[in-house]
T-cell receptor, first 116, second 115 residues
């Protein structure tokens, strides 16, 4: 089974600064999707950004961007100009594009604190 | 767009009670819905996958008779925790997607507390 590892249980960043959250995964598949989800205290899971493995270009959504290193199986999330509203749990997720492609594998999460 | 509504948001009930949680896709048709369980400070654990009109596929270790899932329409799936006990207390989250290559959209979750 695929595994997703987030090695940083908790991180802090100063408001307006940049922070990078790490994620690595293990797979033998070549076709897959990667996601970052945000879970604020309200507990709703919100999609932040997604990356298709076949795309070499790193995905970007406003202040959020990823550094996708397919060979290294790394998928980090960079948050620029951090805002207080960015404080949340962030989950990295993997989904197969080949077999059982509906199933998500989630990392253990990184709690992001944003200091004013 | 892509709103998933989950109801109720919180349930507190006595041991032995059966509890039903609804998950609705409000503005899209969800061919597949997923049910997750999340313990405090932990990640989401997939419990089962349900496709409209067919039986749910349960993950290993999840009791089918304990967690009954019905996906009767393209916009509604229900999870019934039967004869709930304190160890069933948890945060339950549903998600829905239109097609297999689309992201999952999550509901707000249901906090279940069994006394």
């Amino acid at each position: 089974a695929q595994t997703v590892t987030q090695s940083q249980p908790e991180m802090s960043v100063q408001e307006a600064e940049t922070v990078t959250l790490s994620c690595t995964y293990d797979t033998s598949e070549s076709d897959y999707y990667l996601f970052w989800y945000k879970q604020p205290p309200s507990r709703q899971m919100i999609l932040v950004i997604r990356q298709e493995a076949y795309k070499q270009q790193n995905a970007t959504e406003n202040r959020f961007s990823v550094n996708f290193q397919k060979a290294a199986k790394s998928f980090s999330l960079k948050i620029s100009d951090s805002q207080l509203g960015d404080a949340a749990m962030y989950f990295c997720a993997y989904r197969s594009g080949e077999y059982n492609f509906n199933k998500f594998y989630f990392g253990s999460g990184t709690k992001l604190n944003v200091k004013p | 767009g892509a709103v998933v509504s989950q109801h109720p948001s919180r349930v507190i009930c006595k041991s032995g009670t059966s509890v039903k949680i609804e998950c609705r896709s409000l503005d899209f048709q969800a061919t597949t819905m997923f049910w997750y369980r999340q313990f405090p400070k932990q990640s989401l654990m997939l419990m089962a996958t349900s496709n409209e009109g067919s039986k749910a596929t349960y993950e290993q270790g999840v009791e089918k008779d304990k967690f009954l899932i019905n996906h009767a329409s393209l916009t509604l799936s229900t999870l019934t925790v039967t004869s709930a006990h304190p160890e069933d207390s948890s945060f339950y989250i549903c998600s829905a997607q239109t097609y297999s290559n689309q992201p999952q959209h999550f509901g707000d979750g249901t906090r279940l507390s069994i006394l």
